[in-house]
C-alpha cells in the first residue's frame, strides 16, 4: 500500500488476479493505492496484513484518517481480479480473481465505503495508476487502449 497527500501518482504493476484499490478523499487529498492478494487473512500472527483483502483495507482506511480523511468522504474504484489460470476439478475455488473481487467489494460496503468504479475480471492483467489529487485512475494492459475511470 502507497499513501499520498496533496500530491502524487501511485502505481501498481502486474495486477492479474490481485485487486488494485484506489482510496480518494478529495477534500483532504489524500489518496491511496493498495495491491490485495488474497482475499482474506485466516491466520493469526500473519506480518503483512496489507496483502489481504479485509485486513488491508481496514488498515488502509486506518491510516488514511491519521492523515486527516474522512470515512464519510472516502470513495474508492478498483481494478484487477482476472482468471489468470483454468485450474479442473475445482469448483470455482481456482478463481482467486473472483473471490478477490467479491472480498474486496463486501469489505468495502462493511467499512461503507462507496465503490465509484471497477474494471475486474476478464483474463488480462492490468497496471493501475492513480492520481491521489483527482482521484483518477488509468487502466493499462499489453494491447488494449488505456482506460480511464
Known amino acids: 500500500m502507497k499513501l499520498a497527500q496533496r500530491e502524487g501518482i501511485l ?3 502486474a495486477l492479474g488476479s490481485c485487486i488494485g ?3 480518494h478523499d ?3 487529498k489524500v489518496g491511496a493505492l493498495l ?3 488474497l482475499p482474506l487473512n485466516m491466520e493469526a500472527g500473519r506480518k503483512n496484513t496489507l496483502k489481504y483483502a479485509d485486513t ?3 488498515e488502509t482506511l486506518r491510516q488514511m484518517e491519521s492523515k486527516g ?3 464519510s468522504r472516502i470513495t474508492a474504484k478498483i481494478a484487477g481480479g482476472a482468471k489468470m489460470f483454468e485450474v479442473s476439478g475445482s469448483n470455482g475455488l481456482g478463481n482467486i480473481g473472483q473471490r478477490n473481487i467479491e ?3 463486501a469489505t468495502l460496503r462493511r467499512e461503507n465505503i462507496r465503490l465509484l468504479a471497477e474494471h475486474t475480471g476478464g483474463t488480462v492483467a492490468r497496471t493501475l495508476l492513480f492520481d491521489v489529487v483527482s482521484g483518477q485512475g488509468c487502466i493499462r494492459s499489453y494491447g488494449h487502449e488505456d482506460i480511464i475511470f
Request: proline letters at 5%; one cysteine or more; charged letters at 15%.
Open 11 to 13: 502505481i501498481t504493476y
Open 21 to 23: 484499490v484506489c482510496f
Open 26 to 28: 478529495p477534500v483532504a
Open 35 to 37: 495491491h490485495i492478494m
Open 56 to 58: 488491508g483495507i481496514r
Open 69 to 71: 480523511a474522512s470515512r
Open 103 to 105: 472480498s474486496v467489494k
